[in-house]
């Protein structure tokens, strides 16, 4: 069944720079999980991974190595993104909304909370000016910390000997 999930998630293109492969890939990991969220667990559970799996792998490895990553770039890279994008993609799931419209009912429960929460100024502050405003969807700040980490991974590359 993993294998089925990870065969829809985007290879690694290898006619665009890596940083825009990683990012496509990234874009897609996260939307199949957002359909399939319970294999977020289970992609790396298993003690023999599928073909599917090992291939997908292979090519985001052949990706990064083509761009001039060491073994160790790669390594780290790929381990940061996936940590990253599977993360998210957990967070999201798991949240009472992220789709940018909260239902009534979940926003008076969480304004109720926050309201009744003076030991916690920043979360309420953060609350009432950003996430109960209409058309706030946790979802996209995913864009925001994957162009982070692409960041982070790039300044470590250019710094780092090949």
Same mark, same amino acid.
């Given at each position: ?29 996260? @939307? ?11 992609? $790396? ?31 780290? @890279?790929?381990?940061?993104? $996936? ?17 940018? $419209?909260?239902? $009534? ?58």
């Amino acid at each position: 069944m993993v294998d089925l999930v990870v065969g829809e998630i985007d290879l690694p293109r290898t006619d665009v720079a890596w940083r825009v492969a990683m990012h496509e890939v990234a874009v897609s990991t996260r @939307a199949i999980l957002g359909d399939h969220p319970w294999a977020i667990g289970l992609l $790396d559970s298993r003690k023999a991974p599928g073909p599917v799996r090992l291939a997908h792998l292979d090519a985001v490895i052949g990706c990064l190595r083509k761009a001039g990553f060491s073994i160790a770039m790669a390594a780290h @890279a790929m381990a940061v993104l $996936d940590s990253y994008v599977r993360g998210f993609a957990l967070q999201e799931h798991v949240l009472p909304s992220n789709d940018g $419209d909260m239902t $009534d009912a979940t926003q008076e429960i969480m304004a109720q909370q926050v309201a009744f929460t003076e030991s916690f100024p920043h979360l309420a502050e953060m609350a009432g000016d950003l996430v109960l405003q209409p058309g706030y969807a946790f979802g996209n700040e995913f864009l925001w910390g994957l162009e982070l980490v692409l960041d982070g991974i790039e300044a470590r590359q250019s710094s780092s000997p090949a």
